[in-house]
């Protein structure tokens, strides 16, 4: 008979934790604390134990379930210290649940000898210590950890894509068990649907939402930043490079890939006189942008030109294409014959750094130039009247990434519309912005010149480069080869040289 009333009480214990659950995950924490409360209140009476799991989960002040996700998270913790048993890990700091407007301390466990068994913890929000390393504290959302659980069930590792969580996000799953595997370095965790998850703690700590781990992955492996320079830093950013080491060298190719990306450009030497030259480059890269000018485009003097980079006249500092909405990522210039006039120089300057002037010296400026769209195009073809081409797009002359970092410079004299698409207000500031920008862009211009054999690399999305005039003479032709290749195929090959054993 006793055994019958334990059963019942039991029983009823249990319908009122699982109803204080539910009213905690329907944000009804007046009757999920209520019930909370009925539920210990209904044990003590009885002088019936509760479960550890049950006990620990609800808060100790006011009886309210504490459900990762809801109104709790969960955090794992890394120690300083090596080879300590689990109870010593414990006992060297509180395991701590953190609440709106309110906190609960677990306590110190007696110090007890437990070898390399597993300590576990039901608490929904947890700091789990695991004592072998830095000492760095990895927090990570109960919601992030259950749409990334490892297992067969959820996670096909030949295509490393999840196989569930495609309809719905895994919400309102709370976390039932947590526990540290010391042997195996493993976060081994039980959800209330009794699914099981169980992380390695090096792939915990690559996934870090702390803000080193966030910084060194977008610094390391998703883009290197941008090193700024202006015309007194030229000589020291600048890079040469060997054009067969850069074809044969993966080493060399690394390197040279990491210059573009950070200083914006490289020049490399000793190229033969082959009008296949960067199409060799692009192609050692990934692949070639096959443009409305072909795979690869030749800049010479041309009779009735139809465009302005084929006349022998200045070309004002420009961006290539910025009439496309993916434009070209890399202008790849091989240097077939140099003219033997004064003229025929390269120009350059740092665009994103004449961006970063102008937001520090006229931040108005910088506004109207990052939010007032401009109208780019090109219109007819390239010799070819059967393959026209009508180029548009819109952009504003400076453009930001989703971090608020320098992304795109868009400027071409030559192909900037007639047709403005703005408000008068808007064209008006926007002329005396862009003023104030081509001001700075002048004034922190480089010119050199390339020579036969020579290959000019840069950044289009980046660099603003030019030329000045040039005569040509019989026997004396200025001839360029130039191609395209994208950024997402350039940042690609550059991971697979960094991280030749990257799984995910």
Excluded at 132 to 138: A, C, R, T, V, Y
Aim: with cysteine.
């Amino acid at each position: 008979m006793k055994h019958l009333t334990q059963r019942a009480i039991s029983s009823r214990m249990n319908y009122l934790f699982q109803a204080s659950n539910l009213m905690a995950v329907g944000n009804q924490p007046k009757l999920a604390a209520y019930y909370g409360k009925l539920c210990r209140n209904v044990g003590t009476k009885a002088i019936m134990h509760m479960a550890p799991a049950v006990k620990r989960s609800l808060c100790r002040r006011c009886f309210l379930p504490l459900i990762p996700g809801v109104n709790t998270e969960l955090h794992v913790e890394e120690g300083a210290q090596e080879a300590k048993t689990d109870a010593q890990a414990q006992s060297n700091g509180a395991v701590k649940t953190k609440k709106k407007r309110h906190r609960r301390q677990r306590k110190k466990p007696r110090s007890r000898k437990t070898g390399n068994t597993n300590q576990e913890e039901s608490e929904e929000q947890i700091q789990e210590k695991v004592q072998e390393e830095q000492g760095n504290l990895l927090k990570y959302p109960q919601v992030w950890l259950r749409d990334n659980c490892q297992c067969a069930e959820c996670f096909h590792a030949a295509t490393r894509a999840r196989k569930s969580h495609w309809d719905r996000g895994p919400l309102n799953i709370p976390v039932s068990q947590v526990a540290y595997n010391k042997e195996r370095k493993q976060l081994e965790i039980i959800w209330q649907d009794k699914h099981r998850s169980t992380f390695d703690l090096g792939w915990l700590r690559e996934r870090d939402f702390g803000e080193t781990g966030r910084k060194h992955y977008l610094e390391e492996v998703y883009k290197p930043p941008a090193q700024l320079w202006g015309k007194t830093e030229f000589e020291d950013v600048k890079r040469e490079f060997q054009y067969e080491d850069v074809l044969e060298q993966d080493a060399a190719l690394r390197v040279w890939l990491e210059a573009l990306a950070v200083q914006g450009f490289a020049i490399l030497k000793g190229a033969p006189n082959d009008i296949n030259v960067a199409k060799k480059l692009a192609e050692r890269i990934g692949y070639i942008k096959r443009t409305t000018y072909g795979d690869v485009f030749e800049v010479k003097s041309k009779p009735n030109a139809r465009n302005y980079a084929y006349l022998m006249t200045p070309l004002p500092l420009h961006t290539d294409m910025p009439y496309y909405e993916y434009k070209a990522g890399i202008n790849i210039l091989h240097t077939l014959v140099q003219s033997e006039s004064k003229g025929g120089a390269n120009t350059l300057t740092d665009g994103f750094n004449v961006a970063s002037q102008l937001q520090k010296l006229h931040p108005e400026d910088f506004e109207v130039l990052k939010s007032v769209p401009v109208n780019w195009f090109d219109i007819g073809h390239d010799g070819d009247d059967s393959k026209p081409f009508h180029s548009l797009w819109r952009a504003p002359v400076i453009c930001l990434d989703v971090d608020g970092r320098f992304a795109r410079i868009n400027q071409n004299t030559t192909k900037r519309d007639s047709r403005f698409s703005v408000s008068l207000a808007q064209a008006v500031s926007w002329y005396k912005a862009y003023d104030k920008f081509l001001e700075i862009a002048q004034s922190e211009a480089v010119e050199f010149k390339t020579q036969a054999g020579d290959v000019f690399v840069f950044n289009n999305l980046r660099m603003l480069h030019g030329r000045t005039a040039y005569e040509d003479a019989p026997g004396n032709k200025r001839h360029l080869v130039g191609a395209y290749v994208d950024w997402d195929i350039i940042y690609s090959k550059l991971r697979t040289l960094k991280f030749p054993n990257a799984k995910d």
